[in-house]
């Protein structure tokens, strides 16, 4: 049974940056697309960004783009999403979610159509 387990969450004050990462344990990870998703407190959950399985190609939403980075290193069976100039709204828990893909350069945002996700890591902004 493949896992997913995110890290790299914490406590960070307004402008700061925190990295990500979502580790896969299972085989044949570089078919996989990821997706980043987060749930804000007393809110649902959002979609935040996705990476193709061979990397070549990233969605973000508006409200992170510029500012998140999301990358992987299929080598290490490794996702990561590099976040900038955190705001308070970016307070959530951050999950990972891989979907097999036939196509490798394309990735979806939707949660239903995942295959396996992690427990999410916890992103506080705050002063």
Partial sequence: QSQVVESGGGLVQPGG???LSCQFSGDSFSWYAITWFRQA???GREEVSCISANG???KYIEAVKDRFTVSRDNA????YLQMRELKPEDTAVYRCAVRSMFVPTMCSMTWSEM????????VIVSS
């Fill in 115 to 122: 295959n396996f996700w992690g427990q999410g890591t916890v």
């Fill in 76 to 79: 290490k069976n490794m996702g």
């Fill in 41 to 43: 407190p007393g809110k």
């Fill in 56 to 58: 070549t190609n990233a």
């Fill in 17 to 19: 940056s925190l990295r």
